[in-house]
C-alpha cells in the first residue's frame, strides 16, 4: 500500500488520486452513453462536476453526523478537513447534485437513471483502489487464509492479517460494471438503473459480513440496512414491470443500430 506518494515538495493522496480517477471513469462511460442517445457530450462534464461537488459536500455531511460526538470540538475545522468521507453520505449527495443539473438540462427523466447506473459501479470499484492503497480501514476482519494482508503502513495500519475487501470490492463492481454496460440497449427505461440497485445492493449486503462495521439493528450494520433498502426498491420495480410485460425493449431497439431519440439520421438521404 502507498497512502501517500511524494513529488518533490507536493503530497498526493493515494486515495484522493483514485477518488478523482473514479470520476474520470465514470465521465468517459457517461460520455459514450450520451453519445449514443444524440446528447451533447459536453453534457457528461457538467454531470460529473455536479455530482463532484455534491458528492464532497454529502460526504463531509454524513462524516459529521456520524462522529459528531468526536469532531464536535472542531466542527468548524472537520467540515472543510480532507479526511473522513463516507461513501453513503457522497451517493445521495453527488445524486441531489446531478438530479439539480437534469432539472437545469431539463433532462430530469428515466433515462439519466439509466446513464448513470454504469458510471456509479464503474466509479465506486475505482474508488475502492483507492481505499486498498491507502489503507483507510476499508478492510475486512481478521483472516488466516491464502490470500490475507495487513496494512501495517496504511493510514488506518493494522500488523493482523485481514480479508481485502477494497479488492473484493473493485473485482465484483468491475464486473456489475461490465453486465450493466452489455445489458444498456436491452431494458426499458429507468430498468437498468433498477438492476443497479439489485446488484450493488447485494454486493454490499455481503461484503459486510467481512468488514469491521458495528452491527445497528438486527444484527445488521447501517450499510446492509441500506443495501436491503437499495434491493428491494430495485427487485420490486422490475418485478413490477415483469408482471406487466415491460421489462425488455423490443427486439428492434435492442440493436446498438437502431436510431435514437435526437440521434442524427443515418439512412440514405437523412
Request: charged letters at 15%; a negative charge; glycine letters at 12%.
Amino acid at each position: 500500500m502507498q497512502p501517500e506518494i511524494h513529488l518533490g515538495p507536493i503530497t498526493l493522496q493515494t486515495f484522493g488520486i483514485m477518488f478523482a480517477l473514479g470520476f474520470i471513469a465514470s465521465g468517459i462511460l457517461i460520455a459514450r452513453r450520451l453519445k449514443e442517445l444524440g446528447k451533447p457530450v459536453d453534457w457528461a462534464y457538467e454531470m460529473i462536476f455536479a455530482a463532484l461537488v455534491g458528492g464532497i459536500v454529502g460526504a463531509r455531511v454524513d462524516f459529521i453526523i456520524e462522529n459528531y460526538d468526536t469532531v464536535s470540538d472542531d466542527l468548524l475545522g472537520n467540515i472543510f478537513s480532507g479526511a473522513g468521507l463516507v461513501w453513503y453520505g457522497g451517493a445521495i449527495g453527488g445524486a441531489i447534485g446531478v438530479l439539480l443539473w437534469a432539472r437545469w438540462r431539463r433532462m430530469f427523466n428515466l433515462t439519466l437513471l439509466d446513464i448513470c447506473a454504469p458510471a456509479l459501479a464503474i466509479g465506486y470499484a475505482v474508488g475502492r483502489i483507492g481505499c486498498q492503497l491507502s489503507g483507510d480501514g476499508d478492510y475486512g476482519i481478521p483472516w488466516d487464509g491464502p490470500w490475507a494482508m495487513a496494512y501495517p503502513h496504511g493510514t488506518v495500519a493494522t500488523d493482523v492479517p485481514v480479508h481485502p475487501t477494497p479488492i473484493y470490492e473493485t473485482i465484483s463492481m468491475g464486473l456489475v460494471t461490465y453486465v450493466l454496460w452489455r445489458l444498456r440497449f436491452t431494458f426499458r427505461p429507468g430498468l437498468l438503473f433498477a438492476l443497479y440497485l439489485v446488484l450493488a445492493g447485494t454486493e454490499r449486503f455481503l461484503i459486510e459480513f467481512i468488514r469491521r462495521n458495528e452491527d445497528v439493528a438486527l444484527g445488521l450494520t447501517e450499510a446492509q440496512l441500506v443495501s436491503i433498502a437499495m434491493v428491494l426498491a430495485g427487485g420490486l420495480w422490475l418485478l413490477a414491470k415483469a408482471r406487466r410485460d415491460e421489462l425488455t425493449r423490443p427486439l428492434a431497439e435492442r440493436d446498438p443500430s437502431f436510431p435514437r431519440l435526437g440521434a442524427p439520421s443515418t439512412a440514405p438521404g437523412g
